[in-house]
Nanobody, 117 residues
Framework: VQLQASGGGLVQAGGSLRLSCKAP???????????LGWYRQPPGEQRELVAE???????NYAASAKERFTISRDNSKRTVYLQMNSLKPEDTATYYC?????????WGQGTLVTVSS
């Protein structure tokens, strides 16, 4: 699986961004079976889960993301989204998308989000 993440950039505190991550056409038939997630890695820190969405559309959020971020998926477009509102400087990180099943796991290349104060 070769995931393509996009949508990062520079935004002021309080602003919004929407990240997208698209999977290749080669997995179109099985995309709906993947649990999709967004992780982030702040500078000098470890990668951490931000949000994930299961094949049944159940969602799970890190405490820091609840009430501000929304993960969603469009299986017909092979895409997972992360809508980020009320951004804070501490949200600055490289954001990675992830796709996994019980047998496979893959990561996108990362997209940088910088939130200025």
């Amino acid at each position: 699986v070769q995931l393509q993440a996009s949508g990062g950039g520079l935004v002021q505190a309080g602003g919004s961004l929407r990240l997208s991550c698209k999977a290749p056409r080669s997995i179109l038939s099985s995309f709906s079976a993947y649990t999709l997630g967004w992780y982030r890695q702040p500078p000098g820190e470890q990668r951490e889960l931000v949000a994930e969405i299961t094949p049944s559309y159940s969602t799970n959020y890190a405490a820091s993301a609840k009430e501000r971020f929304t993960i969603s998926r469009d299986n017909s477009k092979r895409t997972v989204y992360l809508q980020m509102n009320s951004l804070k400087p501490e949200d600055t990180a490289t954001y990675y998308c992830n796709a996994k099943t019980s047998n496979v796991e893959d990561w996108g290349q990362g997209t940088l989000v910088t939130v200025s104060s």
